[in-house]
């Protein structure tokens, strides 16, 4: 009795699928992959509703940034350090978090009354007025409020090299002081931007922060906004779907 086979042209179309398999997890897992905002903890630069490309060889690649979380080996491969003001993606548990790296292995982070301290020198801030933005969700993370939405400090923070970036303070929080914690070896120091309203590697993990987090976590750096939305469409009000999105933040570049 003959074995059946399968016809060319099946054949054809399942070789053509497996290459499209393989060919679009490797893309996802060495080269690019997507990760959207959901939190105001990276404002102003960042907001909900946000879309991020992000480049995955930078750094070097974990099992953490294998697409589908395939845990083929451990450690990282061409391993390499982010430089101070990159923002990153990494892997905590479930989540995907985006942050700010401020302090690398070695260095000593302290926080007295907003101001971080790099090996006990301060990095200079330069207060640059208010930013007021829409809460979108009727919450200011302890920020002034307004009927027309949150209104913060902005500043300007100047790291060690020169790169500059802006930040968002919220007045006196229990974030505003830490004392001094020297990053380990092969571990970074995580902020983000909108310091009162982001639990980062000034809070403990038992405590719904990052801690130091280590780099073996690393996903990839932010690159490029290539998608944002207001978040507020509505499923059955298809129209709302294209007045939602965010044209003039398509496009932008992350830094």
Known sequence: MSTPTVPSEWR???????ILFVSGWLVRSLAFG?????????LPQLRPGDVLLVAKWPYGWSRHGLFGGAPLFHGRLAAAMPARGDIVVIRDGRR???KRVIGLPGDVITLMDGTVRLDDKPLPR???????????????????????????????????DGASHAVL????????RMPPRRVPSDHLFLMGDNRDDS???????????LGMVPAE???????????????????????SWWRTIRWSRIGLGIG
């Open 12 to 18: 054809k179309t399942l070789r053509l699928l497996a």
């Open 199 to 209: 639990s980062d590697s000034r809070v403990a993990p038992e405590d719904g922060g």
């Open 96 to 98: 995907n978090v985006v």
């Open 169 to 176: 303070d919220g007045g006196t929080t229990r974030l505003d």
């Open 126 to 160: 330069l207060r640059v007025g208010n930013l007021l933005i829409a809460s979108g969700t009727g919450r200011c993370g302890g920020v002034s409020e307004t009927p027309e939405g949150c209104r913060y400090h902005r500043y300007t923070e100047t790291l060690p």
């Open 34 to 42: 997507a990760y959207a905002i959901s939190s105001n903890s990276m």
């Open 217 to 239: 976590r690393l996903l990839g750096r932010a690159t490029i906004l290539f998608w944002s939305t207001d978040g507020s469409a509505r499923l059955a009000s298809p129209r």
